[in-house]
């Protein structure tokens, strides 16, 4: 007999992009909806294997799903895989040399000035900030004016308040609605297959996509390098 639970979980299906039941062609990543978002149009197949590899152009794609090979690449063997330059210029202009762009004794010194922020000590001080941001989103949907909310859109928002709290001490002077259009806007640049980076020929990646996500890098380190008062 099912229940109304088990019915629930046959049917309910997370968020997340439509799949094809096999590989694309490989222009199909460069249009419509696979260029807006790295996710979408990888297919059933790459997750039902523990390993599937691609190539596209000149490029080699791995598709690990297998813990304990994906354990091996990132933290046992972790100097024996090096960042592709593809992923540094994609990602680059967006994050800098940061955790995701760099390697070896650069990425080595990144994580241990990180690593302090997240213990479990650390993140249990920043728990009243948590639930205060927490709190205050509650209340804003309870005396909110709609009865429909965008979770997405306030997971967003709340996001935003808690980072601005913790990591910055609202020091760069961020707000939610200042600061989420921009931080959108790099992170749908960031997230465009682009052939430029493939083909070494940036101009190709001159569309509104990029010059907002241009606009959006500028604004949020500008801010940031303020000297604060």
Do not use: C
Request: proline share 6%; glycine share 6%; hydrophobic share 45%.
């Amino acid at each position: 007999v099912m229940t109304d639970a088990t019915a629930f979980a046959h049917h309910f299906r997370p968020a997340a992009p439509e799949r094809p039941d096999d590989w694309l062609p490989v222009w199909r990543i460069f249009v419509d909806k696979q260029a807006q978002n790295a996710l979408n149009g990888w297919p059933t197949v790459a997750f039902e294997h523990h390993y599937k590899a691609r190539k596209v152009f000149s490029l080699n794609y791995h598709f690990i799903s297998d813990p304990e090979a994906i354990q091996h690449v990132l933290i046992d063997k972790l100097g024996n895989y090096q960042k592709p330059a593809i992923v540094k210029k994609m990602l680059g202009a967006a994050l800098g040399e940061g955790l995701l762009t760099t390697d070896g004794e650069a990425w080595r010194e990144q994580r241990r000035v990180m690593a302090p922020v997240f213990t479990p000590g650390m993140v249990t001080e920043f728990m009243p900030t948590f639930a205060r941001v927490a709190e205050q989103t509650a209340d804003r949907w309870a005396t909110g004016d709609s009865d429909v909310i965008d979770v997405a859109a306030e997971s967003v928002r709340t996001t935003f308040d808690i980072i601005n709290a913790t990591l910055f001490s609202s020091a760069a002077g961020f707000t939610v609605d200042e600061a989420s259009g921009h931080m959108a806007a790099v992170m749908a640049a960031t997230g465009q297959y682009r052939l430029g980076p493939l083909l070494g020929m940036p101009w190709l990646d001159q569309n509104p996509v990029q010059w907002r996500g241009a606009i959006g890098r500028r604004v949020i380190i500008g801010r940031l390098a303020e000297p604060s008062t």
